[in-house]
Nanobody, 117 residues
Framework: QVQLVESGGGLVQPGGSLRLSCAAS????????MGWYRQAPDKMRELVAV???????TYADSVKGRFTISRDNVKNTVFLHMNAMKPQDTAVYYC???????????WGQGTQVTVSS
């Protein structure tokens, strides 16, 4: 079992910044890829950014150059640093941890991010 606890969401003005954190516990040693997805009201859940245990990253085109994903493998924590935020970034952000050896993915509870003036 893997448990994911997210934090850092909230309200920010356009152009502002937020940092999301997601800490994994339990069978965290089995985790390979971690990442962030988001879902706006009445929209499909979409990939924001992912990072492998080796540090390879992938970003959605809509956030490239503005968001940065990183992780601390010792603390089993993944971060999403969001800069130059836009109203279009408003969504519930979900942390994902993939465990290939288990053949199972785990999701956090979601944290609301609202970009508005």
């Amino acid at each position: 079992q893997v448990q994911l606890v997210e934090s850092g969401g909230g309200l920010v003005q356009p152009g502002g910044s937020l940092r999301l954190s997601c800490a994994a516990s339990g069978s965290a040693s089995s985790i390979d890829t971690m990442g962030w997805y988001r879902q706006a009201p009445d929209k499909m859940r979409e990939l924001v950014a992912v990072i492998t245990s080796g540090g390879a990253t992938t970003y959605a085109d809509s956030v490239k150059g503005r968001f940065t994903i990183s992780r601390d493998n010792v603390k089993n924590t993944v971060f999403l640093h969001m800069n130059a935020m836009k109203p279009q970034d408003t969504a519930v952000y979900y942390c994902l941890a993939d465990t290939p050896t288990q053949g199972k993915g785990y999701w956090g509870q979601g944290t609301q991010v609202t970009v508005s003036s």
